[in-house]
């Protein structure tokens, strides 16, 4: 007797990044962006606050849509134990490539899948480092690439990679937001069938 198929995918997301790469694994799911509040707790750090998000994403799209196995990611930037999100102005992206220029930066990605209850999380690390970088440079960038939705304030999948000096990561799909394969061997454990 054959398996029975799993159950739907949800991406508990609106990140057009995040849609894309879950593409890759070719792999039918539908995508709905939760409304959650992304606020830090005082003192949070960015990894604990990247896990917490991506439970809360997860257990939001359950609750739209109960019988899928719902994907849940967030990413957080940690410079200097400085928490970076989002910039959503020239204004911020600017203050953040230049706190962030020289330095190496910790970019923290976690996903969680729910189904029912199931749960489980995992998170990766990446190490940026960003080359010292001037005004100049940081208006070059933003001008021909302004990443006002990204954290960190560049898509290393494009032009943003000209602003490192180096990359260290398990898994260069988490840069980008969603981490695939970590996924990966979490979706088969869920049941879904992937090469």
Request: glycine share 8%; charged share 20%; with cysteine.
């Given at each position: 007797?054959?398996?029975?198929?799993?159950?739907?995918?949800?991406?508990?997301?609106?990140?057009?990044?995040?849609?894309?790469?879950?593409?890759?694994?070719?792999?039918?799911?539908?995508?709905?962006?939760?409304d959650?509040?992304?606020t830090?707790?005082?003192?949070?750090?960015?990894?604990?606050?990247?896990?917490?998000?991506?439970?809360?994403?997860?257990?939001?799209?359950?609750?739209?849509?109960?019988?899928?196995?719902?994907?849940?990611?967030?990413?957080?930037?940690?410079?200097?134990?400085?928490?970076?999100?989002?910039?959503?102005?020239?204004?911020?992206?600017?203050?953040?490539?230049?706190?962030?220029?020289?330095?190496?930066?910790?970019f923290?990605?976690?996903?969680?899948?729910?189904?029912?209850?199931?749960?489980?999380?995992?998170?990766?690390?990446?190490?940026?480092?960003?080359?010292?970088?001037?005004?100049?440079?940081?208006?070059?960038?933003?001008?021909?690439?302004?990443?006002?939705?990204?954290?960190?304030?560049?898509?290393?999948?494009?032009?943003?990679?000209?602003?490192?000096?180096?990359?260290?990561?398990?898994?260069?799909?988490?840069?980008?937001?969603?981490?695939?394969?970590?996924?990966?061997?979490?979706?088969?454990?869920?049941?879904?069938?992937?090469?």
């Open positions: 007797m054959p398996a029975s198929p799993p159950a739907p995918l949800l991406l508990a997301s609106g990140s057009r990044y995040r849609a894309e790469l879950l593409r890759r694994l070719q792999l039918p799911f539908t995508a709905t962006d939760v959650i509040d992304e830090a707790a005082p003192g949070e750090a960015a990894s604990p606050l990247a896990l917490r998000l991506a439970e809360a994403k997860s257990a939001a799209g359950a609750r739209q849509h109960p019988s899928a196995v719902v994907i849940g990611s967030d990413q957080t930037v940690d410079c200097d134990g400085v928490v970076l999100g989002k910039p959503g102005t020239l204004a911020r992206a600017r203050a953040q490539l230049l706190r962030m220029s020289g330095r190496a930066v910790r923290h990605t976690a996903v969680c899948l729910r189904h029912g209850q199931r749960v489980a999380v995992f998170a990766d690390t990446t190490i940026a480092t960003l080359r010292p970088l001037d005004a100049a440079d940081i208006d070059r960038y933003l001008a021909r690439e302004p990443a006002l939705d990204c954290a960190g304030s560049f898509r290393c999948e494009a032009l943003g990679i000209t602003l490192f000096e180096s990359l260290e990561s398990r898994d260069p799909t988490a840069l980008i937001g969603l981490p695939l394969i970590g996924l990966s061997s979490l979706l088969r454990q869920f049941g879904y069938q992937l090469p």
